[in-house]
């Protein structure tokens, strides 16, 4: 049974507990009714502190409405609503507190797809040749200081004109910009790419409206995503941040983080360039980071 | 400009300030602002207080994609969604707090309709003779007691099936249960219907399936809508409940109110029966009821 009969009948100053006594602990999922118990009270918190108009109230529910209608197999409308309110961020920043000397998590965004094609070190995963040529180095290492060996290094990011593969199907080689990789004996491993560049969320649905209506940008601050795994270690789902990207501060997500900006050097050595297989370039970067993982259950 | 310049990157700590100093308040709508900066703090607040795993906050972003979908021009489900939450009671209220003398409102509901066919007093709203003989009888005063002429009673109920005609198209005969009335030269009118009965909202959606999960029953009680106006009142949207319903301390979506419970008298009295056209039936019910309205704008 419910406690409803405990309480008076629904007002103002009753009003979380009115609804929560509804809930039949006897009968709801212990962590369901504590979840709902707690939306409940920030929800009406909200409500007594904007106290909106019946015409604001309509106002929100044809926006979730319109949301909802948004999302189909290959747009989750939803998702950039909780990105750009900063709750995906928030939600991931407590599943993932630091503290043991792990690399920071961040977002894992919408755009990974399983199964990118396994590359080998120095391999590009450039395959449209656009955009500035970038070698990324890598160390995969315990928090012990111990280099691991064959942790799988999953790279994904968009090409030079700020698109993933998956949204630009035929317009782009399919897997472009996609590689798996696996760090060798000294847990190190490398592969050529190209300099990340800003590019906006989908920004032509309700959550985009939004952001145009309070004057917020829909740009992601310049990224490379990666995930790193091996077992017996936690997973890391992880970014390197570009640390000239104008939009660095001001990522539409959330995502950034100081420890996840990338030390990107800039360099004309025609030597190296030629090392690296960037002759062709007028110039070309690099960039080196050491990944940290935790001994845990992944 | 934004302040999110002034703001280091995104963490627990700092969510809320550093998700709000997006907004360009030179640009934004102040009101939308206000809005947007109260919901992201009562939000973000909600995500630390019950730290959704990654999979909880899928699972929620699902719940919403599914509410969405369920929108139709017939079928409101996120309305739905804030009534069974208590969040529509409570705009509600916090729009008509009571302390002027008129009659309490409570909730439109999504079954109202326009044009409802014009009544004689006396005239009886339930076209398919279904349930048990009501007599309602109501008399509309200003707050200082006056009788007022010629106002506007807009009336509607389920029938004794618990569904209102517009969920039984081709079932019911059209605007079965519904009329609309004028109050006399002493602020009174009077109709026929018959006792209402409890119902359940739509409860074959991602509301109803939330609330079976918590336990909880989708029961409205027993109640008759009325919408009345008079130029120069603010016009009262509200409900006449009967008081003998099972669930009458447990409307589903918390629209109950201690003011609004009518005295329901039940009958025998062959020559009370004879006057009001009951004859036939072996009993029958009749509720007195005064509303009361504001001098005000409407």
Redesign the interface.
Known sequence: M?D??K??????EN??G??NA????????PR?????E?????????????????D??MTG?KF??D???M?TEWR?E??LL?DT???????????H?SGNGATEHTILGPFHVQNHPVRAHGDTICLDGKGEPLAVWGRVLSTDRTPIVGATIDVWQTNDDGFYDVQQKGVQPDMNMRGMFESGPDGRFWFRSVRPRFYPIPDDGPAGK?LG????HPNRAAHIHLIIEKPGFDKVITHIFEPNCPYL???AV?????SLIGDFRKSTDAARAQELGFQAAPFFWEVATDFVLAPGKS
């Open positions: 419910s409803a009969s309480f008076p009948y629904f007002s103002e009003s979380v009115a609804v509804r809930i039949d602990q006897a009968k709801a999922n369901l009714a504590n979840v709902m707690a939306l409940t009270k920030h929800l009406h918190a909200f409500i007594k502190e904007v106290e909106p108009t019946h604001e109230w529910i979730l409405t949301t909802g209608h999302c989750q939803f998702i909780s309110l900063g709750v995906s961020s928030l939600v991931d920043t407590v599943n507190r939004l209506a309070l004057g917020r501060r001001e990522d959330f995502g950034a983080k100081d």
